[in-house]
């Protein structure tokens, strides 16, 4: 069936370190990926997206990758911060039909814990 | 440049009510989409809005109904609660007439709690 999850519920990381976020989908027809940040007591805030006839974006200190081979999307996160410390979600669409347009599948999130 | 905005914030209703919410999408914007996240997963996709219309619905019952006004803002209705219609609700607003490969972006809900 169609999923998108996450490797890991909890991710520790030192503060100044870089952080790897992982996220796995199993629906070949997704072509569309974001990922969000969540606060608590926040909406998901958006950080970054990618298509999938790319394999790389960056952004400001994020990186995300997207390995259609094996359906495997991450988030890097250069030089962590406190700041960082929050939920992190990735999800999916596809748009092969108007039907699924927009229609974003979400994983269960991961947490992330920046230590000082 | 204002964000997307949901109200309210909080509220509390009985089993067997019914709710409203509302959303006013972020300037520039002409699609919406609601959401529901219960506690400690992510969000599920209640359906679409576009051009006033119901474009995509995901797999909520017909208790769940929405409207789209002319200046794009939305409203989401439950009728007859269940006690496991307790969780926070997310509006997110993108751009449409483009099509897919849209991001999404998301008001901070409303968190609404069934007694």
């Known amino acids: 069936g169609e999923s998108v999850g996450l490797h890991l519920p909890t991710l520790s990381v030192q503060e100044g370190d870089n952080s790897i976020i992982n996220c796995a989908y199993s629906?070949?027809?997704?072509?569309?990926f974001i990922w969000y940040k969540q606060e608590s007591g926040k909406g998901p805030q958006f950080i970054i997206d990618?298509?999938?006839?790319?394999d790389k974006r960056q952004g400001q200190r994020v990186t995300v990758l997207l390995n259609k081979t094996v359906k495997h999307l991450s988030l890097q996160i250069a030089a962590t911060q406190p700041g960082d410390s929050a939920v992190y979600f990735c999800a999916e669409s596809h748009g092969a039909t108007t039907d699924s347009w927009g229609k974003l599948q979400f994983g269960a999130g991961t947490q992330v814990v920046v230590t000082p | 440049d204002a964000g997307v905005t949901q109200s309210p914030t909080h509220l509390i209703k009985t089993r067997g009510q019914q709710v409203t919410l509302r959303c006013s999408p972020k300037s520039g914007h002409d699609t919406v989409s609601w959401y529901q996240q219960a506690l400690g997963q992510g969000p599920q996709f209640i359906f679409q809005?576009?051009?006033?219309?119901?474009?995509q619905r995901g797999n909520f019952p017909d208790r769940f109904s929405g409207h789209q006004f002319p200046n794009y803002s939305s409203e989401l209705n439950v009728n007859a609660l269940l006690l496991g219609d307790s969780a926070l609700y997310l509006c997110?607003?993108?751009?449409?007439?483009?099509?897919?490969?849209?991001?999404?972006?998301f008001g901070d809900g409303t968190r609404l709690s069934i007694l």
């Open positions: 990618i298509r999938s006839n790319m």
């Open positions: 809005y576009y051009e006033e219309e119901e474009r």
């Open positions: 997110a607003s993108s751009l449409g007439a483009t099509g897919n490969n849209q991001p999404q972006h």
């Open positions: 629906n070949s027809a997704s072509d569309y």
